[in-house]
């Protein structure tokens, strides 16, 4: 199992501009979720999914989009990149046990 | 989901045990306790959880207060692996798909 993967690993993109960031699991995971993580503070939610079709919002979900066509794949679409928007990003998934499962991040920059 | 604190960096020596404080006091009877860590440059990954009992496993030990609001995470013996963000999360027994409540943890430094 490759476990949660996310692409790209960096992104640098200017203000204005669109992107997807890419995550996918191949654990048959029901539940996928999207954090971002500035510098030295914890983790926020940003959107979430209960399944194929279904997804809400988490903590922080301006300016993000996200759809659930696939039980495997949860991308997040920034709509119109603005500088707040420069983080990490994880992607994460979990069965209906409690642990949840991170991928490696993707660093974004905005300039 | 309850608050919890922790204090922001501990500072422990290699192969010594190491001991991680979490104080939850508003905790409810349905709270999970969960712990996590954060590697450098890592995603958080999972260490343990309990409600009651205390909790084993191949990675720590979690010693939870009789009255449920504090716990610790353990390490039994300390290696410079180890060093992170320590995360301690309460999650409600439903399990719940709308993510962790991440605060900010505590930074464990460990000498050699």
């Known amino acids: 199992n490759a476990g949660v993967t996310q692409t790209p690993k960096f992104q640098v993109l200017k203000t204005g501009q669109s992107m997807t960031l890419q995550c996918a699991q191949d654990?048959?995971?029901?539940?996928m979720s999207w954090y971002r993580q500035d510098p030295g503070m914890g983790l926020r939610l940003i959107h979430y999914s209960v399944g194929a079709g279904i997804t809400d919002q988490g903590e922080v979900p301006n300016g993000y989009n996200v759809s659930r066509s696939t039980t495997e794949d949860f991308p997040l679409r920034l709509l119109s990149a603005a500088p707040s928007q420069t983080s990490v990003y994880f992607c994460a998934s979990k069965n209906r046990a409690y642990e949840q499962y991170f991928g490696p991040g993707t660093r974004l920059t905005v300039t | 989901d309850a608050k919890t604190t922790q204090p922001n960096s501990m500072e422990s020596n290699e192969e010594e045990p190491v001991h991680l404080p979490c104080n939850h006091s508003t905790i409810s009877g349905t709270d999970y306790i969960h712990w996590y860590r954060q590697l450098p440059s890592q995603g958080p990954e999972y260490v343990i959880h309990?409600?009651?009992s205390n909790v084993n496993n191949r990675m720590a030990s979690l010693a939870i207060a009789e009255d449920r609001k504090s716990s610790t995470l353990i390490l039994h013996r300390a290696t410079l692996r180890d060093a992170a963000v320590y995360y301690c999360i309460l999650r409600d027994a439903g399990g719940g798909a709308d993510g962790l409540t991440f605060g900010k943890g505590t930074h464990l430094i460990i000498q050699p």
């Open positions: 309990g409600l009651t």
């Open positions: 654990m048959n995971h029901e539940y």
